[in-house]
């Protein structure tokens, strides 16, 4: 699957790779300069196999892949970002997205549209003015015309990016998407912290008030994760297992299922204790869930 971040320079293309799948915090990526040309990162993200293309917005590099077709070929999902903050360029932005749209229309391919609408913060930028944008920008040709899915993003409100960019991953896949909104469900219903992740540590729903970094979890639940996957290999040589850690306070369990999904579950001492059935629920549903993940993966 092959994602193209296009937009003006400046827009927050970089920005918002390196906060969600880059795994670095917004107070991070303040000082990054201009991509040169383009850079290209690989994910593993539940199982599919993720190219996602950053494209340098200066207008040097713009006409020069413009130019070169076959780098922006095969592209799955076209995310274009535009800037909230500066509505000067707006009509700039608009021909360039359809200069991208039609260079990737031109070379055989036949992407799904997003659209970003991004810096949706007021951090440093006056409310009404931010609103004003977001309504004109609304209203660009290129937005008319192709409709495309959109977002409101902000690399401040991590949660959402997040939430905007896994579920842009899975748009296409129906069955997981329908897990994911199964997983949510139960979640809702159950006290306990649980976190569902892929077994490389991208987040993929969770119920811990407060916990936003990005799409990858924290490191050290990584390599909790990692470490029971290695294990799981290595002496039980099963496809799904159980791992428990327990201290004075806290006890975590790790379930994973089918190399590919691990579901961690927290619970503090003296907090509410789920009923067991509704655990159990969760969990069969997530084996179901692991399942479909790996025939996508086949698919793909
Ligand atoms: N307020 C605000 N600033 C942001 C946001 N995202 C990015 N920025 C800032 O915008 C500036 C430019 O971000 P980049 O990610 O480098 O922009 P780019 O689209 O990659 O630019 P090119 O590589 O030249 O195409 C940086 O100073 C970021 O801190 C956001 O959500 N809100
Ligand atoms: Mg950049």
Not at 163 to 187: G, T
């Amino acid at each position: 699957m092959k994602i193209s971040l296009g937009g003006l320079s400046g827009c927050g293309k970089t920005s918002i790779y390196s906060t969600t799948l880059g795994g670095m915090a917004p107070m991070e990526v303040k000082d990054l300069g201009p991509t040169v040309m383009y850079e290209v990162k690989s994910h593993n993200y539940l199982g599919l196999q993720i190219s996602l293309w950053d494209f340098g917005g200066q207008e040097k590099y713009r006409q020069s892949y413009l130019e070169t077709p076959k780098l922006l070929a095969n592209t799955t999902i076209l995310v274009l970002v535009l800037d909230l903050h500066h509505p000067e360029d707006f009509k700039k932005a608009d021909s360039y997205f359809s200069e991208v749209y039609s260079a990737i229309k031109d070379s055989g391919g036949d992407p799904r549209i997003i659209i970003f609408y991004h810096k949706y913060d007021t951090e440093e930028y006056p409310k009404e003015k931010l609103e004003e944008n977001l309504t004109a920008a609304k209203e660009l040709p290129f937005v008319l015309e192709y409709q495309p899915e959109s977002y409101l993003t902000s690399i401040y409100k991590q949660e959402e990016l997040s939430e905007a960019f896994r579920e842009m991953l899975i748009l296409d896949f129906d069955e997981l998407r329908r897990s994911v909104e199964n997983a949510q469900k139960h979640l809702m219903k159950l006290n306990s912290k649980i976190i569902v992740s892929d077994v490389n540590g991208n987040v993929i729903t969770h119920s811990i008030k407060g916990f936003s970094t990005g799409i990858q979890l924290r490191e050290d639940l990584r390599d909790y994760i990692l470490a029971s996957n290695v294990l799981r290999e290595n002496f039980l040589s099963s496809e799904s297992a159980s791992f428990s850690a327990l201290s004075e306070t806290k006890k975590l369990n790790l379930h994973i299922f089918s190399y590919v999904l691990a579901v961690l579950i927290m619970v503090d001492e003296g907090a509410a204790v789920d009923p067991p059935e509704d655990i159990e629920a969760l969990l069969k549903e997530m084996e179901v869930f692991a399942e479909l993940i790996i025939e996508a993966s086949g698919e793909e």
